[in-house]
């Protein structure tokens, strides 16, 4: 790996570990970074990076939440398990079904038709709108759902059913999520923890589908970009996610529909002049 690579692959990183908790799309703004900044490697790759690097991302919630998504504690010399997470887990599964059908049956589909600049800057735009809308509906509401107890099958389905939009680059898995959970009357710290644990199977699924498909011959090069872009997502991710749990517990999700809004029209001007 040159000192090229490795700053790029830094970069990749970095940019994945913010934008996949705030809900701005990590994989819009990976394409965008694509973009401008390029790696050495093939457009196959590429596709598999862009996903797989999201486990790194993820591992940050396994590894700040364990103590809440980990069943099975130990008592005494025997193993006890905790049905309240087991509880949750069942639901986390029912929200993760719509997202893997859709995905496994247009997986190819969408990677043809919608990973693009255009679609990045329509969707950032469409969602900006959506959160500042729904922000200022909700404003003076009292949310029905307050803790992750309170979240039934029902309403687990509905949030699963929303994360089918961002099967759309540009719109945000976390967004979309979001978007729907406060619809439905969930808090705004409840959505997004949800949302983080609901990342756990969907990104899991993702990335072995991505790698089946890719194979496991990498070059020795591209291995590096896969590990060191995982390792830098896992990092960064650990400070996102704390801050966003912070920020949202006084505001609301408004400034980050005016950010996608903002640069959505930055790159359309950009597609414009170019």
Request: glycine share 8%; aromatic share 14%.
């Given at each position: 790996?040159?000192?090229?690579?490795?700053?790029?692959t830094?970069?990749?990183?970095?940019?994945?570990?913010?934008?996949?908790?705030?809900?701005?799309?990590?994989?819009g703004?990976?394409?965008?970074?694509?973009?401008?900044i390029?790696?050495?490697?093939?457009?196959?790759?590429?596709?598999?990076?862009?996903?797989?690097?999201?486990?790194?991302?993820?591992?940050?919630?396994?590894?700040?939440?364990?103590?809440?998504?980990?069943?099975?504690?130990?008592?005494?010399?025997?193993i006890?398990?905790?049905?309240?997470?087991?509880?949750?887990?069942?639901?986390?599964?029912?929200?993760s079904?719509?997202?893997a059908?859709?995905?496994?049956l247009?997986?190819?589909?969408?990677?043809?038709?919608?990973?693009n600049?255009?679609?990045?800057?329509?969707?950032?735009?469409?969602?900006?709108?959506?959160?500042?809308?729904?922000?200022?509906?909700?404003?003076?509401?009292?949310?029905?759902?307050?803790?992750l107890?309170?979240?039934?099958?029902?309403?687990?389905?509905?949030?699963?059913?929303?994360?089918?939009?961002?099967?759309i680059?540009?719109?945000?898995?976390?967004?979309?999520?979001?978007i729907?959970a406060?619809?439905?009357?969930?808090?705004?710290t409840?959505?997004?923890?949800?949302?983080?644990?609901?990342?756990i199977?969907?990104?899991?699924?993702?990335?072995?589908?991505?790698?089946?498909?890719?194979?496991l011959?990498?070059?020795?090069?591209?291995?590096?970009?896969?590990?060191?872009?995982?390792?830098t997502?896992?990092?960064?991710?650990?400070?996102?996610?704390?801050?966003?749990?912070?920020?949202?517990k006084?505001?609301?999700f408004?400034?980050f529909?005016?950010?996608?809004?903002?640069?959505?029209?930055?790159?359309?001007?950009?597609m414009?002049?170019?």
């Open positions: 790996m040159s000192l090229h690579e490795l700053l790029v830094l970069l990749f990183g970095l940019v994945e570990g913010i934008t996949e908790w705030l809900p701005i799309s990590s994989t703004h990976m394409i965008l970074v694509e973009k401008f390029t790696l050495s490697t093939n457009d196959a790759f590429m596709e598999m990076f862009r996903v797989v690097v999201q486990l790194g991302a993820i591992m940050a919630v396994v590894v700040l939440y364990w103590n809440k998504i980990f069943p099975f504690k130990k008592k005494g010399k025997g006890e398990v905790d049905m309240g997470i087991m509880n949750l887990w069942f639901r986390i599964l029912v929200a079904v719509p997202a059908i859709i995905g496994l247009f997986d190819d589909y969408l990677d043809a038709h919608f990973y600049f255009q679609t990045v800057s329509m969707t950032l735009i469409i969602y900006g709108v959506l959160f500042i809308v729904i922000e200022m509906w909700n404003k003076g509401r009292s949310p029905k759902v307050n803790s107890k309170d979240i039934t099958y029902n309403t687990a389905l509905i949030i699963g059913v929303f994360q089918l939009l961002s099967l680059p540009g719109t945000s898995r976390s967004g979309a999520t979001i729907g406060l619809l439905i009357g969930v808090s705004r409840v959505a997004a923890e949800f949302t983080f644990y609901l990342a199977p969907v990104m899991f699924g993702a990335s072995f589908l991505k790698l089946l498909r890719f194979g011959n990498f070059t020795l090069g591209e291995a590096c970009i896969l590990v060191v872009g995982m390792i997502a896992f990092l960064v991710s650990v400070f996102a996610i704390k801050f966003l749990m912070g920020y949202i006084k505001h609301d408004k400034v529909g005016y950010y996608r809004i903002v640069l959505g029209f930055i790159l359309i001007a950009y414009f002049a170019h």
